[in-house]
């Protein structure tokens, strides 16, 4: 399967402890874009990479996340010090810079975080 | 400025039947606008997009209907089948490639 990749598919973790998710784009492409989605509503925006420039960060993105993507390919989100509100699903989507597909956004199957 | 409303919040059609899903937009500098369906579990995949420069645009049983003026687009899902049955979220961005904008969802439900 070549599409977007994302783990873990599933987080319990307790209040106050810290995550991190990966999300592994299609290969080549030069986006990447990390959403919230919670239950019953459309995705949120967080985040967005070209390359490995963080191009542009939501409100939404307090100072407990942090993402990065360090060689311009795979992107890891980190929340600190995690709250109940963060329960969510979070999902990466990628997306080409030219060609047929250019600039659609693909999605990955996310990653289900249950905050206790 | 940045919101897009999307109704109707759930919908239920028979197999062969019309399904209608409208979205309004507020901010006019939205340039691009998509539809997306997600399946529990799943991950939004994209069925079909349009820009405002064309009012209509037809893939398979799929078509997109944009009235610049009233700033309003909509999905029709021509002869719906159960297949279909899943949540579909509109969308705009400022252009293809920046953030999108979701609207709430629309779960559709088509019977046997």
């Known amino acids: 399967d070549t599409g977007v990749s994302q783990n873990p598919r599933h987080k319990i973790t307790k209040r106050g402890q810290n995550v991190t998710f990966r999300c592994d784009p299609i290969s080549e492409h030069n986006r990447l874009y990390w959403y919230r989605q919670t239950l019953g509503q459309g995705p949120e925006f967080l985040t967005y990479?070209?390359?490995?420039?963080?191009?542009?960060k939501s409100r939404l993105l307090s100072d407990r996340f942090s993402a990065e993507r360090p060689k311009g390919s795979f992107s890891t989100l980190e929340i600190q010090r995690t709250e109940q509100g963060d329960s969510a699903m979070y999902l990466c989507a990628s997306s080409p810079i030219r060609g047929y597909s250019y600039n659609e956004q693909f999605f990955g199957p996310g990653t289900r975080l249950t905050v206790l | 400025q940045q919101q897009v409303k999307q109704s109707p919040q759930s919908l239920i059609v028979q197999k062969g039947g019309i399904s209608i899903i409208n979205c309004a937009y507020e901010n006019t500098a939205f340039d691009y606008f998509p539809w997306y369906q997600q399946f529990p579990g799943k991950g939004p995949a994209l069925l079909i997009a349009i820009r405002p420069d064309v009012s209509e645009k037809k893939e398979g049983r799929f078509t997109i209907s944009f009235n610049k003026s009233a700033k309003q687009f909509s999905l029709h899902i021509m002869d719906s089948q159960p297949g279909d049955s899943a949540t579909y979220f509109c969308?705009?961005?400022?252009?293809?490639?920046?953030?999108?904008?979701f609207g709430e969802g629309t779960q559709l439900t088509v019977n046997p």
């Open positions: 990479f070209q390359n490995e420039a963080q191009l542009e």
């Open positions: 969308a705009a961005a400022l252009t293809s490639g920046s953030r999108l904008t």
